[in-house]
T-cell receptor, first 113, second 114 residues
Framework: GAVVSQHPSWVICKSGTSVKIECRSL??????MFWYRQFPKQSLMLMATSNEGSKATYEQGVEKDKFLINHASLTLSTLTVTSAHPEDSSFYIC?????????FGPGTRLTVT | GENVEQHPSTLSVQEGDSAVIKCTYSDSASNYFPWYKQELGKRPQLIID?????GEKKDQRIAVTLNKTAKHFSLHITETQPEDSAVYFC?????????????FGPGTSLSVIP
């Protein structure tokens, strides 16, 4: 099946700093990338939807100025957590989609100290 | 928007018994219902899915049923094994383009006791 990678897989940062997470579709062109956040023992919550070359659409309650999403190409989307705080510590997972096919990345564990 | 509910939140069964997880959805336009299995610290893995034009689908020990009228769908695992222990998520989506959002239920933690 199609491969989606995320980098880094695990990151620790200090409160107030910014962290960038990359999501790449390695063997297909993803017209849409979805970003999810998952807190421990909770479900996956959709944060935003991004289409290549256009601005991301954020779900209600997600701060677009705090979670910057860029979908510069059909194989790369980035999520930047700006001015991170301990409550942003979570598992961030991307999902790459083309037509009816969709594939999850392996996830990035963010810990903010 | 779509809202997906899932029950039970936790489920323990003896090895060899069956496990059933039930979900409801709110948007009657949803037409695609995938089920995911997630092991600790890993990405969700699609285990089975069903589309709205089908009432039941089976894949070895796993089956899914859909009642569109009642907006219910269920996952059935027979002859459970310890390796079936994981968190299971149901989801709903309006399949058709890559712009579809997949909305997840809250999850069911399944424990299979040897």
């Amino acid at each position: 099946g199609a491969v989606v990678s995320q980098h880094p897989s695990w990151v620790i940062c200090k409160s107030g700093t910014s962290v960038k997470i990359e999501c790449r579709s390695l063997d297909f062109q993803a017209t849409t990338m979805f970003w999810y956040r998952q807190f421990p023992k909770q479900s996956l919550m959709l944060m935003a939807t991004s289409n290549e070359g256009s601005k991301a659409t954020y779900e209600q309650g997600v701060e677009k100025d705090k979670f910057l999403i860029n979908h510069a190409s059909l194989t790369l989307s980035t999520l930047t957590v700006t001015s991170a705080h301990p409550e942003d510590s979570s598992f961030y997972i991307c999902r790459a989609a083309v037509m009816s096919e969709q594939y999850f990345g392996p996830g990035t564990r963010l810990t903010v100290t | 928007g779509e809202n997906v509910e899932q029950h039970p939140s936790t489920l323990s069964v003896q090895e060899g018994d069956s496990a059933v997880i039930k979900c409801t959805y709110s948007d009657s336009a949803s037409n695609y219902f995938p089920w995911y299995k997630q092991e600790l610290g890993k990405r969700p893995q699609l285990i089975i899915d069903i589309r709205s034009n089908v009432g039941e689908k089976k894949d070895q020990r796993i089956a899914v049923t859909l009642n569109k009228t009642a907006k219910h769908f269920s996952l059935h695992i027979t002859e459970t094994q310890p390796e079936d222990s994981a968190v299971y998520f149901c989801a709903a989506s309006k399949l058709g383009t890559s712009y579809d959002k997949v909305i997840f239920g809250p999850g069911t933690s399944l424990s299979v006791i040897p």
